[in-house]
């Protein structure tokens, strides 16, 4: 149900001390000022980026006193200047990022200024990418609950953030799951010079009704209202009845940055009648009225806001620049040294296929790390996930640590994301590589750019598993190859496994390790792939290659199906006297340079075999490594056999066997290789 709140005309029913009353107005002085002397310095060409706060001072100010951030977690967008003030961040530190300053708490000046995050009050980092914060709320709000704490999550945006599909997911999400989390918009009807009325159809609060929730309209420049609203959401969130949409209605009196002419699309009249319902002189006016504030107090604390903002401001543009930008991209980074050069000998354990390994290892790790869960598309019991990796997770550790999300697969990696926020592991199953895409923004814009955006600290520790890959008549839409797309992307760690083992191994390393790791698995190998399942915490090294076969003539390089087919072709050519290696990777993410440049060494000729499209796929990149750093040592040009450049695979067996690469097809260019 939507409310319309009426305005809250006595601060008493709210249970606000006259102390509070006035702390408030000072911290919306201290924003409004701190607005003008940025846009100031500005103009001065001191600073290089304003996003102002001017006009939403009310709601920010009155939602931010409603939270106790020893328990509450707070997730603001770029306009949230004074709901941080009031969320306990200093001036100075404002002004540190503003200045982009090595010592700016938020990100080392690695983000534009606004980009809050403060872990020691609960602030959740957040990125440029509108309506991102949304699924991390969510994700942070469910472990909030499965903990069992009353803390309580809000998330804040524009009414532009509510067009995207992030948003829409997980307000669906939290209402499904009745999640203490409080969805603050702040409509100042414009996205950048986008009027409301060509972005939302209806009303914003309206839309909490289809998601089970209650939505409910504030006059945003009216402080007492907003906090009264938050206050009673977050009532209502600590005591289990799940969570709430607050539209607040308000403005925003300057441009949308510094680098947007308003001119353009609004009129100054309009500007102007909205300054008359200033949130400030509002409220100073009903300060005034119960005898709060004189004149003498008002002038106090406009003294007082400005000399703080000068000091601060001062300090911070005579901090030291950053000087470092290429640390901490990984929290975890990994270069391999030591080269494999001998065949990694078989271990010993239960004779499996891939796809049991996977699941016994996902029982075996949420059996060992209390902190981990899982969740996806169909991933619950009874059904297991659609190829049963899952299966058997729900009865053994319960509905809240192995569960099914909606189909939403921003959702599912944002989730992810916000749970790693509060130190939970997730192990997120991705149910198809194509399916994917929608997530590709909370992948690459958020997970893996958290820990070098935060300047270090925070840390995102997700796995994403994603079947992967053709071979199974699956189509256009049930055969794709990603691992170029994600590979590419500083901040994310792909592996893929091709042996029961590796992927026992490899699942143990990513889940212990900080970084997000995407865990590749060819769905072809699920069946195919038999071998022994070693029994305890077996672990394999992430960045660490495997040589599967040893032979003086050529190496092949191959990953996941492919390291499969590679060595039944070697096999073959042995036969004929051609003797190959076959180095299988794992890790596409780190690379394992000394591994492959110890294979030609000691073979001087290298086909690389991967069922992605030949170009500009990941065997481009080590074709161009071994010509950049090996190629004195090469008997041959590097040879790449790979799909070619048509969407993969199409459906009628004939047609995909005209597209992937085969056994046949590596025998045949490896015997080119080798008379080379
Ligand atoms: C996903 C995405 N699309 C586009 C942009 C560019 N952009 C930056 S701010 C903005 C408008 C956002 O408006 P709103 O959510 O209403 O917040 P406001 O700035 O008005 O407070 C746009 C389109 C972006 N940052 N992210």
């Known amino acids: 149900m939507t409310l319309e709140l009426e305005t809250i005309s006595d601060h008493t029913v709210l249970g606000l001390s006259d102390n509070d009353l006035l702390e408030m107005y000072r911290r919306m002085v201290l924003a409004r000022k701190l607005d003008e002397r940025t846009w100031a310095l500005n103009r001065q060409g001191r600073v290089g980026f304003v996003v102002s706060v001017s006009g939403h001072e009310g709601t920010q100010v009155g939602a931010a006193y409603a939270l106790d951030p020893e328990k509450d977690w707070s997730l603001p967008y770029y306009r949230d200047v004074a709901f941080n003030i009031g969320l306990g961040v200093s001036v ?18 690695r983000q534009m200024p606004g980009h809050w995050s403060e872990p020691d009050l609960n602030i959740f980092t957040h990125s440029s990418a509108i309506a991102t914060q949304y699924p991390h709320a969510a994700g942070i709000a469910y472990e909030l609950k499965r903990g069992g704490s009353d803390g309580i999550v809000l998330v804040s945006g524009g009414e532009g953030s509510t067009s995207e599909g992030d948003w829409h997911e997980a307000m669906n999400f939290a209402g499904i799951h009745d999640l203490p989390v409080i969805f603050l918009i702040q409509n100042n009807m414009y996205a950048i ?32 209202t907003v906090y009264g609203a938050t206050a009673a959401a977050i009532g209502k969130a600590r005591a289990g009845e799940g969570p709430t949409l607050i539209e607040a209605k308000t403005y925003r009196y300057y441009a949308h940055t510094s680098d947007d002419d308003d001119k353009l699309y609004r009129t100054r009249e309009e500007v102007e009648q909205w300054r008359r319902k200033d949130p400030i002189p509002a409220f100073r ?16 604390i406009d003294q007082e806001s400005a000399s703080t903002i000068a000091a601060a401001a001062e300090r ?22 030591e080269p494999v050069e001998t065949i990694e000998r078989e271990p010993i354990g239960e004779e499996v296929n891939l796809i049991t390994a996977i699941n016994k290892s996902l029982h075996h790790v949420m059996g060992l790390y209390e902190d981990t869960v899982t969740f996806g598309e169909d991933v619950a019991d009874p059904k297991g996930g659609v190829f049963k990796a899952t299966a058997g997770l729900t009865d053994a550790f319960g509905a809240a640590r192995s569960f099914n999300t909606p189909v939403s697969e921003a959702l599912i990696i944002g989730l992810g994301i916000g749970m790693a926020a509060t130190g939970t592991k997730a192990i997120i199953e991705i149910q198809f590589a194509d399916f994917i895409h929608p997530g590709f923004d909370q992948l690459v814009s958020e997970a893996a750019r958290i820990h070098y955006r935060s300047n270090g600290r925070w840390e ?60 590749l698995e060819p769905k072809k190998l699920y069946r195919l792939a038999t071998g022994p399942l070693p029994s305890g915490d077996h672990r394999v090294p992430l960045g660490k290659a495997a040589l599967r076969r040893d032979g003086a003539d050529l190496t092949i390089i191959a990953y996941g199906s492919m390291a499969h087919f590679s060595i039944e072709a070697a096999d073959r050519l042995a036969e004929e006297g051609i003797q190959v290696s076959v180095l299988d990777l794992r890790s596409l993410k780190p690379l394992d340079w000394p591994s492959i440049n110890a294979a030609v060494e ?12 030949e170009f500009l796929g990941y065997g481009a990149e080590i074709s161009a490594q071994i010509m950049e750093k090996s190629f004195d040592w090469l008997d041959a040009p590097v040879q790449r056999y790979a799909s070619p450049d048509v969407p993969t695979f199409p459906y009628a067996p004939a047609l995909e066997q005209q597209v992937i690469p085969n056994v046949e097809g590596i025998i045949e260019r490896a015997r080119g290789l080798a008379a080379y």
């Open 92 to 109: 100075e530190d404002i002004f540190l990022g503003v200045f982009a300053k090595k010592s700016d708490p938020a990100s080392g000046g």
């Open 602 to 613: 000691r073979t001087s000729k290298v086909l690389i075999v991967y069922e992605d499209n």
């Open 316 to 337: 911070a543009e005579g901090a030291a620049d950053p000087d470092d930008a290429l640390s901490r991209v990984y929290a975890a980074p990994i270069t391999p040294v």
């Open 285 to 300: 006016r009903y300060l005034v009225e119960h005898r709060l504030l004189d004149t003498a107090a008002e002038e106090a």
């Open 193 to 224: 010079s986008v009027p409301e009325s060509d972005q939302i159809a209806g009303q914003i609060a309206n839309r909490a009704n289809g998601y089970g929730i209650e939505g409910v309209v504030v006059d945003g420049n009216d402080l007492l």
């Open 460 to 519: 995102c520790p997700i796995v994403v598993r994603v079947p992967y890959g053709g071979g199974i008549h699956g189509a256009l839409y049930h055969s794709q190859s990603i691992e170029a797309l994600y590979a590419h992307i500083p901040g994310l760690k792909v592996v893929v496994p091709s042996t029961p083992s590796d992927a026992k191994g490899l699942l143990l390393s990513a889940v212990e390790d900080p970084d997000p790791v995407m865990y």
